[in-house]
């Protein structure tokens, strides 16, 4: 992984936290878990999709069904249905 995106990317999460802003957090750490997916890291990947879960489901937002279907597909939580 290239350094700079991702040092863009740590900022801004803390800029969302910082602002609590539930969407943006769920969007960067949505991005995040893509990123580690995508180079074969499934336990960051997991990690960041989590937290992306969490804030979902604290928001209610409509992510939180398919950020749980993604941790389900890797074995990380049990299949919730919403």
Request: aromatic share 10%.
């Amino acid at each position: 992984m290239i350094q700079a995106p991702r040092d863009a990317l740590d900022k801004a999460l803390l800029a969302a936290h910082a602002r609590e802003d539930l969407a943006e957090l769920v969007r960067l750490y949505t991005l995040a878990a893509d990123r580690f997916e995508a180079t074969g890291d499934t336990s960051a990947a997991c990690f960041y999709l989590t937290h992306a879960f969490v804030f979902a489901l604290q928001s209610g937002a409509p992510q939180a069904d398919p950020l749980n279907q993604r941790l389900y597909r890797h074995g990380r939580d049990d299949r919730l249905r919403f």
